[in-house]
C-alpha cells in the first residue's frame, strides 16, 4: 500500500507541473487573449494580468454577456439607464488598462437572467466570435475541477456558456452555416486561464506588482458599483471622502499577497475543452 501511495504522488507531481503555462504568463506576448464574463465588470477578476498582456504585445478582447442592467437598489434608475452607466464605466476601466475599446463587446443579455436565456443561441454567438478572433487563450469563469464551482447565477451560466462554446467551435459541423456562409472556419483554443476558481484548484499566480495601482484606478471607474453609488447614484464622479473610503475598499480587496508580491490567481489548463473540469 504504501508503495502504491509513493507511485501515486510521484505521478501526480508531474501532472501538477505540467498544468503550469509552459511560459510564465508575464512572458506572454503576440497572443489574442479572450475574456467571457457575465457582467461589466467581471474583467476586475484579472483586470492586472489583462492590463499587462495587453502591454506586452498580445490583443486583448473582452466579451460580456449581460448589460447590468438590473445591479443596483437605486429606485430612481431604470434598466436601459443602469445599462447605459455600466457600459460607460467598463469602457472607461479597460482604457484605463490601455485596452481598446473596438476589442470590448457586449452581447445584450439582462442582468440576473442569462440561465434562463435559450442556450444555443447564447452558445451560437459565443463560437462565432470565437471562430472570428481565435483566440489563443481563453480567461473565463471556473466551471470548476472534479465537481461544480458554485457561482451566482450569471457566473455560474457563463461558467458553462463559455466552456460548451469553446468545445463546439472547434467542431466544423457545429453550427455549420457560421463556415459554408459566412466563411468563418473551425477553431480550437489550446489555453484557459479560469478565474474565481476554489483556492485549491489555483495552479498559477500572475505578478501585478507593476499593474495593482492601475488596476483600482480602473475598477474607481465603476461608481454606480460602490458607496452611494449603490443606492442613490449621483453621476460618475465621486466625492473626495467618497473616493477615498471606495480605494482603500478596492485595495483591501484585490491585493492577494503571495511570496510578498500582489498577485492575481487561475486555474491554467491546456488541452481540449472536454477535460476542462478534470
Given at each position: 500500500?504504501?508503495?502504491?501511495?509513493?507511485?501515486?504522488?510521484?505521478?501526480?507531481?508531474?501532472?501538477?507541473?505540467?498544468?503550469?503555462?509552459?511560459?510564465?504568463?508575464?512572458?506572454?506576448?503576440?497572443?489574442?487573449?479572450?475574456?467571457?464574463?457575465a457582467h461589466?465588470?467581471?474583467?476586475?477578476?484579472?483586470?492586472?494580468?489583462?492590463?499587462?498582456?495587453?502591454?506586452?504585445?498580445?490583443?486583448?478582447?473582452?466579451?460580456?454577456?449581460?448589460?447590468?442592467?438590473?445591479?443596483?437598489?437605486?429606485?430612481?434608475?431604470?434598466?436601459?439607464?443602469?445599462?447605459?452607466?455600466?457600459?460607460?464605466?467598463?469602457?472607461?476601466?479597460?482604457?484605463?488598462m490601455g485596452?481598446?475599446?473596438?476589442?470590448?463587446?457586449?452581447?445584450?443579455?439582462?442582468?440576473?437572467?442569462?440561465?434562463?436565456?435559450?442556450?444555443?443561441?447564447?452558445?451560437?454567438?459565443?463560437?462565432?466570435?470565437?471562430?472570428?478572433?481565435?483566440?489563443?487563450?481563453?480567461?473565463?469563469?471556473?466551471?470548476?475541477?472534479?465537481?461544480?464551482?458554485?457561482?451566482?447565477?450569471?457566473?455560474?451560466?457563463?461558467?458553462?456558456?463559455?466552456?460548451?462554446?469553446?468545445?463546439?467551435?472547434?467542431?466544423?459541423?457545429?453550427?455549420?452555416?457560421?463556415?459554408?456562409?459566412?466563411?468563418?472556419?473551425?477553431?480550437?483554443?489550446?489555453?484557459?486561464?479560469?478565474?474565481?476558481?476554489?483556492?485549491?484548484?489555483?495552479?498559477?499566480?500572475?505578478?501585478?506588482?507593476?499593474?495593482?495601482?492601475?488596476?483600482?484606478?480602473?475598477?474607481?471607474?465603476?461608481?454606480?458599483?460602490?458607496?452611494?453609488?449603490?443606492?442613490?447614484?449621483?453621476?460618475?464622479?465621486?466625492?473626495?471622502?467618497?473616493?477615498?473610503?471606495?480605494?482603500?475598499?478596492?485595495?483591501?480587496?484585490?491585493?492577494?499577497?503571495?511570496?510578498?508580491?500582489?498577485?492575481?490567481?487561475?486555474?491554467?489548463?491546456?488541452?481540449?475543452p472536454d477535460?476542462?473540469?478534470?
Amino acid at each position: 500500500m504504501k508503495n502504491i501511495l509513493i507511485t501515486l504522488i510521484l505521478v501526480a507531481i508531474p501532472l501538477l507541473s505540467m498544468a503550469q503555462p509552459e511560459q510564465p504568463v508575464e512572458q506572454w506576448t503576440g497572443k489574442t487573449i479572450l475574456l467571457i464574463g457575465a457582467h461589466p465588470d467581471d474583467d476586475s477578476y484579472s483586470m492586472g494580468t489583462l492590463g499587462m498582456l495587453n502591454a506586452n504585445g498580445n490583443e486583448v478582447y473582452i466579451a460580456i454577456l449581460t448589460t447590468g442592467n438590473v445591479g443596483t437598489q437605486d429606485p430612481k434608475l431604470g434598466m436601459m439607464d443602469l445599462a447605459l452607466i455600466r457600459k460607460q464605466e467598463e469602457q472607461a476601466a479597460l482604457a484605463t488598462m490601455g485596452i481598446p475599446t473596438d476589442h470590448y463587446i457586449n452581447f445584450g443579455y439582462d442582468d440576473g437572467m442569462l440561465e434562463y436565456e435559450d442556450k444555443k443561441e447564447v452558445v451560437a454567438k459565443l463560437v462565432r466570435l470565437i471562430r472570428k478572433i481565435k483566440p489563443d487563450v481563453l480567461f473565463s469563469f471556473d466551471p470548476g475541477k472534479g465537481s461544480q464551482r458554485w457561482h451566482k447565477a450569471d457566473h455560474r451560466a457563463s461558467s458553462y456558456l463559455s466552456a460548451d462554446a469553446a468545445r463546439a467551435a472547434m467542431w466544423p459541423l457545429m453550427f455549420q452555416g457560421q463556415i459554408t456562409v459566412e466563411g468563418l472556419e473551425a477553431h480550437t483554443i489550446p489555453e484557459y486561464m479560469l478565474y474565481d476558481s476554489a483556492e485549491e484548484d489555483k495552479n498559477t499566480w500572475v505578478d501585478i506588482s507593476e499593474w495593482e495601482e492601475l488596476k483600482v484606478e480602473a475598477l474607481m471607474k465603476y461608481v454606480s458599483q460602490f458607496s452611494s453609488g449603490w443606492a442613490d447614484y449621483k453621476g460618475p464622479e465621486m466625492s473626495p471622502e467618497e473616493e477615498k473610503q471606495v480605494r482603500e475598499m478596492l485595495m483591501g480587496w484585490i491585493h492577494v499577497e503571495k511570496d510578498g508580491k500582489p498577485m492575481e490567481g487561475f486555474r491554467h489548463y491546456k488541452g481540449l475543452p472536454d477535460d476542462i473540469g478534470r
